[in-house]
């Protein structure tokens, strides 16, 4: 997969509403300002692949964020129509096994793709920036969060995932790690002084660029501005200076 050409296609927008108007309202606003925006489970159970049309309308790209974590067969399916859809990249949870990813790897080189659209990335998701210490003793790891990122993280891109979700706190070492071409892409972005709502490993989109971070979801803090085009720009120079300075 090519690089990002510039700072504003690394910003994800993250579509997190409940209906397709007011979806059409933020890609219509926003379609110029970031590059890409993220569809998640409270959007596509209410819009399905409505959105990915309204999206692609703009003239923009598709982050389906689903989490997909089945069975090889079910999910591997679900890839197959995820790439017949256009989308840029989709995620799957990294603890579904490397089993379950070796399987989507292999539907998606066989699905027939309209000429001219490459494969969707497969992201594989470690642990949620929401997801504290505590948490992690409580689902019964026995690996700290750095650790049991970087356990399911290598065990994704070895099954042949395409990149990482992780936090930005993760990203450095993870970069040390995994092979040069792996996508990282980064949510719990925060500006300084925002509030962190329900995440707990936030970062600024400056310090996750410097670090090494190919994508920055943000959501709350574009969507609840006053001005949410100042806000994705204000993130955009944010991003440039972490690609001067990095």
Request: glycine share 10%.
């Amino acid at each position: 997969m090519s690089a990002p050409v510039n700072a504003r296609d690394r910003l994800v927008f993250a579509l997190d509403v409940d209906r397709l108007d007011e979806a059409q309202i933020l890609v219509k606003r926003l379609a110029q300002h970031v590059g890409m925006f993220k569809v998640g489970p409270r959007l596509f159970t209410n819009a399905g692949s409505l959105v990915f049309d309204l999206i692609h309308g703009m003239g923009s790209q598709v982050f389906l964020d689903l989490k997909f974590h089945d069975i090889p067969a079910a999910v591997a399916a679900a890839a197959r129509e995820v790439a017949r859809q256009r989308i840029k990249m989709f995620t799957v949870h990294a603890m579904g096994g490397p089993k379950m990813i070796r399987e989507v790897g292999r539907r998606l080189m066989e699905t027939t793709l309209v000429p001219g659209n490459e494969p969707p990335i497969c992201l594989g998701v470690t642990l949620l920036t929401s997801h504290t210490p505590e948490d992690v003793a409580e689902l019964g790891f026995s690996r700290g969060v750095q650790d049991q990122v970087l356990h399911l993280a290598k065990l994704a891109v070895r099954a042949g995932a395409g990149g990482i979700v992780a936090s930005g706190h993760e990203v450095e070492a993870l970069k040390a790690t995994l092979p040069p071409s792996t996508v990282f892409v980064i949510p719990g972005i925060r500006r300084a002084g925002d509030a962190t709502g329900d995440q707990s490993r936030i970062m600024t989109a400056e310090a996750a660029i410097k670090a090494g971070a190919t994508y920055l979801v943000v959501g709350r803090p574009i969507r609840d501005a006053s001005d949410p085009v100042a806000e994705a720009d204000a993130l955009v120079e944010e991003i440039e200076r972490g690609l001067e300075q990095g």
